[in-house]
T-cell receptor, first 108, second 113 residues
Framework: KNEVEQSPQNLTAQEGEFITINCSYSVGISALHWLQQHPGGGIVSLFMLSSGKKKHGRLIATINIQEKHSSLHITASHPRDSAVYICAVGDRDDKIIFGKGTRLHILP | DVKVTQSSRYLVKRTGEKVFLECVQDMDHENMFWYRQDPGLGLRLIYFSYDVKMKEKGDIPEGYSVSREKKERFSLILESASTNQTSMYLC????????????FGPGTRLTVT
């Protein structure tokens, strides 16, 4: 059974800090997703990756397939980055398994 | 832009009522999903559908049923609502290829009293 573990569960930081959220999974995957959920519920997809690194603005996602690990980085964090960040993996049977999320709070 | 809409953002129902949650997507996606999200448990799959009139149980189907009569619409039905079904319900859709991303609706926060 594939497990998806995220760390930390909660993170509070000052505006401008460099943020790292980690995700580990236990079995082979077809793709890994990073999702963002703001208060109010809506979820948006930030990244989908199966190898290497992707960058979008101040957000960077990396994945190490051998180590079964991914990180989401936020540079120059801002209060509007405050949200829940969710890691999800698509396994080889086409099922998506979600981590429990990391609640990020950026203080002004 | 892909749009996934859900019929209600907030819903309050009484124990024993039959509840319908509707989800509509406008991108002709084959795959649609219903999840519930609870604090400390994350997103859990209730049911999914790969095509019209097809449905598959997810991880927690008990107490729920679904209907997919048209490709764009996927309905979640609580046959007899109970207080432990108070939750945030999220619908998602996706093209058939597994490496494509899912698109989520805004969610329905259901309270059963």
């Amino acid at each position: 059974k594939n497990e998806v573990e995220q760390s930390p569960q909660n993170l509070t930081a000052q505006e401008g800090e460099f943020i790292t959220i980690n995700c580990s999974y236990s079995v082979g995957i077809s793709a890994l997703h990073w999702l963002q959920q703001h208060p109010g519920g809506g979820i948006v997809s930030l990244f989908m990756l199966s190898s290497g690194k992707k960058k979008h603005g101040r957000l960077i996602a990396t994945i190490n397939i051998q180590e079964k690990h991914s990180s989401l980085h936020i540079t120059a964090s801002h209060p509007r980055d405050s949200a829940v960040y969710i890691c999800a993996v698509g396994d080889r049977d086409d099922k998506i398994i979600f981590g429990k999320g990391t609640r990020l709070h950026i203080l002004p | 832009d892909v749009k996934v809409t859900q019929s209600s953002r907030y819903l309050v129902k009484r124990t024993g009522e039959k509840v319908f949650l509707e989800c509509v997507q406008d991108m002709d996606h084959e795959n649609m999903f219903w999840y519930r999200q609870d604090p400390g448990l994350g997103l859990r799959l209730i049911y999914f559908s790969y095509d019209v009139k097809m449905k598959e149980k997810g991880d927690i189907p008990e107490g729920y049923s679904v209907s997919r009569e048209k490709k764009e619409r996927f309905s979640l039905i609580l046959e007899s609502a109970s207080t432990n079904q108070t939750s945030m319900y999220l619908c998602a859709s996706r093209p058939p290829k597994k490496t494509y991303e899912q698109y989520f609706g805004p969610g329905t926060r259901l309270t059963v009293t």
